[in-house]
């Protein structure tokens, strides 16, 4: 069959990931493998407009898959969010010889990707976003990297907080998602997770279960934070003044974007890739990658970005069971 494409462009766009690059090396190497030419647009959809667009080949992406970031750069694009910005793009897409798009990064660059698609742009998007954030999907590039520097971070905290008997209120990226809050709250086995999509902001539970927990012996307290209600300086103040036990609040940031990535994270991020590169082959946009079930899947873009995410109930209630053992 013959392709329907012949010249791919790639950006990264949004905050970025671990694995974007094991993305960008298996849509380059794709796309040259099926005898397409390849343009990397550098930082995202800011890049698009600047015109600032590369020829790659097979040896742009040597020594990438192990290291975090984007080649590529990344950006946020606020005229990009209007529709002459958009307008712009695609013509400059076209101007380029730019007939297939993979843009990787979050929601709000698919909300670009449907636009360019809308204009006449093939384009295909892959979910590169450390927040796991993107409901069509149960992996998105870059959050196993991030769960685990984090992970190792919070064990890291906890040597600390144990030899100074603290409570240590440690807060997690994911944006107003907490799925990076519930699994290092599970895999650290934290005392309290707090996450925002659940959270009913009864500080005073925690202050009991705190003072619950010194009670039978306990050396440390760990609350894992999430982003979403953040306030962990002024809840490490007040827990503080609450319960005597010295608190300290440790906000572990950026470090949680960085980084070589996972093996998990190199893996579906290349099959996201070369995944891509064939829906384009086949004539295929507007349409988002997942992973589901143990397997690839394709949606409508629309379609993708009005489904609803919600954390698994199952593994809330595993976290808030396995953390409350020894309180009564
Ligand atoms: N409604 C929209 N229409 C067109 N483009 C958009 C729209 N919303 C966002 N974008 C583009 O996508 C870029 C990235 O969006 P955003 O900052 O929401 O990050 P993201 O892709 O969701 O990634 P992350 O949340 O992981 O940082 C924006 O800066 C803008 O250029
Ligand atoms: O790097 P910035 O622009 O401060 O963005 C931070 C946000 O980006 C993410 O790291 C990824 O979406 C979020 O977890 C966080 O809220
Ligand atoms: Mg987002």
Redesign the pocket.
């Not at 950006?75 to 209007?82: M, P, Q, Y």
């Not at 709000?108 to 360019?116: D, H, N, T, V, W």
């Not at 190199?266 to 990658?289: F, I, P, Q």
């Not at 698994?312 to 396995?322: E, F, G, I, M």
């Given at each position: 069959m013959s392709n329907k494409v012949s010249t791919i462009g790639v950006l990264t766009s949004?905050?970025?990931?671990p694995g974007m690059n094991a993305a960008i090396r298996a849509v380059v190497r794709t796309a040259i493998a099926n005898g397409l030419k390849v343009k990397g647009i550098r930082r995202g959809y800011s890049g698009l407009l600047e015109e600032d667009i590369i020829d790659m080949d097979a040896s742009s992406v040597s020594d990438i898959i192990q290291r975090g970031g984007t080649i590529l750069y990344t950006a946020?694009c606020l005229e990009f969010k209007t529709p002459e910005g958009q307008q712009k793009g695609a013509e400059i897409c076209r101007k380029h010889g730019i007939d297939g798009l993979v843009v990787i990064g979050?929601d709000g660059s698919f909300q670009g990707a449907r636009k360019l698609a809308n204009l006449g742009i093939n384009t295909v998007a892959l979910p590169g976003?450390?927040?796991l954030?993107i409901a069509c999907t149960d992996y998105t590039i870059g959050f196993d990297t991030?769960v685990n520097t984090a992970m190792e971070a919070i064990d890291k905290v906890r040597d600390t907080s144990t030899s100074h008997e603290r409570c240590s209120i440690i807060e997690v990226?994911?944006?107003?998602?907490g799925y990076?809050a519930l699994w290092c709250g599970i895999a650290n086995g934290a005392e309290d997770i707090l996450i925002t999509e659940r959270y009913d902001h009864d500080e005073a539970k925690i202050i009991e279960n705190i003072k619950h927990s010194r009670s039978i012996g306990k050396k440390h307290h760990i609350i894992v934070n999430a982003?979403?209600i953040g306030d962990s300086n002024g809840m490490a103040k007040r827990i503080e003044a609450a319960t005597g036990m010295e608190t300290r609040a440790t906000i572990i940031g950026?470090i949680?974007?960085g980084g070589s990535p996972t093996c998990i994270d190199r893996v579906y991020a290349s099959e996201m890739g070369a995944y891509a590169v064939d829906l384009l082959c086949k004539g295929e946009s507007n349409r988002v990658v997942g992973y589901r079930s143990g397997g690839l899947v394709d949606y409508d873009i629309q379609e993708a970005l009005e489904m609803q995410k919600d954390i698994d109930q199952y593994l809330y209630d595993v976290s808030r069971t396995l953390s409350r053992s020894l309180q009564s």
């Amino acid at each position: 069959m013959s392709n329907k494409v012949s010249t791919i462009g790639v950006l990264t766009s949004g905050g970025d990931a671990p694995g974007m690059n094991a993305a960008i090396r298996a849509v380059v190497r794709t796309a040259i493998a099926n005898g397409l030419k390849v343009k990397g647009i550098r930082r995202g959809y800011s890049g698009l407009l600047e015109e600032d667009i590369i020829d790659m080949d097979a040896s742009s992406v040597s020594d990438i898959i192990q290291r975090g970031g984007t080649i590529l750069y990344t950006a946020r694009c606020l005229e990009f969010k209007t529709p002459e910005g958009q307008q712009k793009g695609a013509e400059i897409c076209r101007k380029h010889g730019i007939d297939g798009l993979v843009v990787i990064g979050g929601d709000g660059s698919f909300q670009g990707a449907r636009k360019l698609a809308n204009l006449g742009i093939n384009t295909v998007a892959l979910p590169g976003t450390i927040d796991l954030d993107i409901a069509c999907t149960d992996y998105t590039i870059g959050f196993d990297t991030a769960v685990n520097t984090a992970m190792e971070a919070i064990d890291k905290v906890r040597d600390t907080s144990t030899s100074h008997e603290r409570c240590s209120i440690i807060e997690v990226m994911g944006r107003n998602a907490g799925y990076i809050a519930l699994w290092c709250g599970i895999a650290n086995g934290a005392e309290d997770i707090l996450i925002t999509e659940r959270y009913d902001h009864d500080e005073a539970k925690i202050i009991e279960n705190i003072k619950h927990s010194r009670s039978i012996g306990k050396k440390h307290h760990i609350i894992v934070n999430a982003e979403g209600i953040g306030d962990s300086n002024g809840m490490a103040k007040r827990i503080e003044a609450a319960t005597g036990m010295e608190t300290r609040a440790t906000i572990i940031g950026h470090i949680q974007r960085g980084g070589s990535p996972t093996c998990i994270d190199r893996v579906y991020a290349s099959e996201m890739g070369a995944y891509a590169v064939d829906l384009l082959c086949k004539g295929e946009s507007n349409r988002v990658v997942g992973y589901r079930s143990g397997g690839l899947v394709d949606y409508d873009i629309q379609e993708a970005l009005e489904m609803q995410k919600d954390i698994d109930q199952y593994l809330y209630d595993v976290s808030r069971t396995l953390s409350r053992s020894l309180q009564s």
